[in-house]
Nanobody, 127 residues
């Protein structure tokens, strides 16, 4: 099982980026996906997550990105997206995607609940 992130880069204050995370090799349904970010010397924090439980989907965003970031998934291409807009230097970090076979619902913000992680993609927002 593998998760590969892409789409990071350098963007100016107020700009937008779309991060992608492609999943491959999974032999089970990935029911919960999350985007996390980490700055050197700080703990990894949840950004946005999406959990599927049958027909019901739960989406959670951290407060500081609410209204600016959108998480979505395309099952046809096994891709999870994080659309980010109105970026600020506070959003600078390495962004990681994570996957779990469980329907985590609101607990999808907890990094300890995920079994699979990508290697991350750097997002840098200049002021």
């Amino acid at each position: 099982e593998q998760l590969v992130e892409s789409g990071g880069g350098l963007v100016q204050f107020g700009g937008s980026l779309r991060l992608s995370c492609v999943a491959s090799g999974f032999t089970f349904e990935v029911k919960s996906v999350g985007w996390f970010r980490q700055v050197p010397g700080q703990e990894r924090e949840a950004v946005s997550c999406l959990s599927r439980d049958g027909a019901r989907e739960t989406t959670v965003h951290r407060e500081s990105v609410e209204g600016r970031f959108t998480i979505s998934r395309d099952d046809a291409t096994n891709t999870v997206y994080l659309d980010m807009r109105l970026l600020s230097p506070a959003d600078t970090a390495v962004y990681y995607c994570a996957a779990s076979p469980l329907s985590l619902r609101g607990a999808c913000t907890r990094s300890s609940k995920y079994n699979f992680w990508g290697r991350g993609t750097q997002v840098t927002v200049s002021s």
